[in-house]
């Protein structure tokens, strides 16, 4: 079976950069696992090493049951579809995609009834003829994802297969990725893949399970509710979610009930938050999604005081700015709950209604508001 | 309202002005192009044409035009002086050329490969030393060079004008393919890689295919250097059955007591002509093998 795992997993490049810091991740048989993360994350060099492409400086990778540190990338079981396609330049589409199997040495019969398959699966029969220069971005890839198909892998390695195209052609490739995935999961044939991007939107809607890396570290495994309601830490919380949460350092004080003080002004946390709350007091850092904040009049009670310094008007739901001291934060109402007669510099009340709402620890970024 | 066409019609005068100028200095132009290129080109306009002149003629008149055109000088040149007829200098230019230019194609794509893709202990000082071969004089080897060959015994046959061209000696072809190697993104090699290619499939399969274009630069501009060499098969070669053209021009010359030089033109005419075939055959690939390397390298 195609169980992915990964242990202590390192890499230090020729240079001594040190790219992935020991990182542990198990992706079960079958599993749509994303990997996302900011830029220069590591996302990549995690990806080539399970695809063979770099050496592992430490640690060690498995599939099923076998160590696969010093294989060739030929014999893991492994395909892996690229960012700009990488398709052979100087063959035809029929060629690219059997070029794996004739390495092989599959019975041509097998290799023609292969290519007709995946060429049905991904409609990409009337290409078969033409050389990658004479396909569009969105066929070329649809190429480069039969050519990984038609190879049966264990496991499928995709690197940000859809960041070259434009946005309505990834959100149909996207659909069509994710359908496949499941097609080859009803027919009894799971593929376990892992998939590399770093748009969160690819990341919510393809993955099983998301893992959310930054400077070689793991932050987080979980599947995308899990990380969009409790997301581990302030750096999850930031990078998940549109608009980004708000981020603000604060001060927890216990005197009964747990109160927050920001920018000079104290709460009590809503009854929500306090139930979930383990923290000991001191500096924290507030966090608060866009969506769970309304607006109330200047002074009502449990608000923070702001002055609107942006309004964003989306259509069905209006984007707030407001500033409280010297902290941004943006709220997100739906336009009917909106005193459309508001505006910049006016002053209003901003609450917090307690879901999804989180403190971290200051220092360690750790979230301390998600006891059962 | 009157002055709108007043306006109208200068213009319109201004534009006529203008397009004769134009007109006037693009004919200057290619005018004076024309005469420099011609200037260029007369010496082997003129070579063409006393080809077909009488010896006596020659000397007679700067016209290249010939008076009493006739191939005599074609018939007694390819004769030649020695037992031997000119398809025998032919045979041999192309016995010398064809093996070191496959020779050459293969061993600078190998080196090539390696210097481009592959990570190997000392590669930087190695790969220094591969260019600094590119600024030494080629006399500096010369000697060197003859004495080693004289001590393996390969004076007076053509394996010292292959073997050092079949090992990569050729540094510029090496650095050439390299940087069009360069150019050319890895994601192809990494996805035959994880489609299960070794090294050497990848190479053959994948790399020289898109090598192409530059390797036929390489073929072309070894073909044209080796067919015009005089100095490497000079020193090497001593019988005469084993002359390159190079050679047996030079041959015409030093034999007869008086110069036949319509024979010699006549041959050097027939010389010039495989380089000529062979560059415009392979044209487009030729410019497009520079081009690319020099541009995106
Ligand atoms: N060959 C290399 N030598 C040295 N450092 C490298 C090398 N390749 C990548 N790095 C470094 O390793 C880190 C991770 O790179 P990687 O390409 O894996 O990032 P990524 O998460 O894929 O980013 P992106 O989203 O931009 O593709 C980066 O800081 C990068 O600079
Ligand atoms: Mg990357």
Known sequence: MAELQLKSVEKMYGNGFKAVHGIDLDVKDGEFMVLVGPSGCAKSTTLRMIAGLETISGGEIRIGDRIINDLTPGKRGIAMVFQNYALYPHMKVRKNLSFGLKLKRKPKDEIEASTGEVSGILEIDELLDRLPKQLSGGQAQRVAVGRALIKSPEVFLFDEPLSNLDAKLRASMRVRITDLHKRLRDEGRPATVIYVTHDQVEAMTMGDRICVMKDGHIMQVADPVTLYEKPANAFVAGFIGMPEMNLADAELTMDGTPKLTLAGQTISAPADLSARLNAAPGPVTLGIRPQHMTIETDGAADAFSGVIHNIEFMGHEVNVHVTIGDAAFIAVVPTEKFDLKLQRGDRVGLRPTGVQMHIFDRASGENVSLAE | ?297
């Not at chain 2, 190997?120 to 004089?137: E, G, N, W, Y």
């Open chain 2, 1 to 297: 309202m009157t002055a709108m066409p007043q306006i109208s019609a200068d213009t319109l005068a201004n534009m006529e002005k203008q397009r004769r100028r134009a007109r006037i200095s693009s004919t200057f132009r290619y005018s004076l192009l024309i005469i420099v290129g011609l200037i260029m080109v007369y010496p082997l306009v003129w070579m063409f044409g006393a080809s077909f002149k009488t010896n006596a003629e020659i000397f007679s008149s700067p016209s290249f035009w010939p008076k009493e055109p006739t191939v005599q000088g074609y018939i007694d040149g390819w004769k030649t002086s020695t037992p031997y007829t000119f398809a025998k200098f032919f045979m041999n230019s192309m016995m010398i050329i064809i093996p070191k230019m496959i020779g050459t194609a293969i061993s600078c794509t190998l080196v090539a490969y390696g210097f481009a893709r592959f990570d190997f202990p000392f590669k930087k000082i190695i790969f220094s030393t591969v260019i600094a071969t590119l600024l030494l004089p080629n006399v500096v080897t010369r000697i060197p060079q003859y004495l080693l060959f004289r001590d393996i015994g390969w004076l007076d046959s053509f394996l010292p004008l292959w073997v050092p061209s079949a090992l990569a000696g050729d540094a510029f072809f090496v650095f050439m393919l390299i940087q069009f190697l360069r150019a050319i993104p890895r994601d192809m090699e990494e996805a035959a890689r994880v489609d299960g290619a070794n090294t050497l499939q990848t190479l053959i399969y994948i790399v020289v295919p898109m090598l192409t274009p530059a390797l036929i630069s390489v073929c072309l501009f070894q073909f044209m250097w080796t067919m015009n060499d005089f100095l490497g098969p000079l020193i090497y070669l001593s019988s005469v059955e084993n002359y390159p053209i190079s050679l047996a021009l030079k041959l015409s010359i030093d034999t007869t007591e008086a110069f036949a030089w319509n024979q010699i033109l006549a041959m050097s005419c027939l010389a010039l002509a495989p380089s000529l075939i062979v560059f415009f055959m392979a044209q487009k690939y030729f410019i497009e093998g520079i081009s690319t390397g020099g541009v995106k390298g």
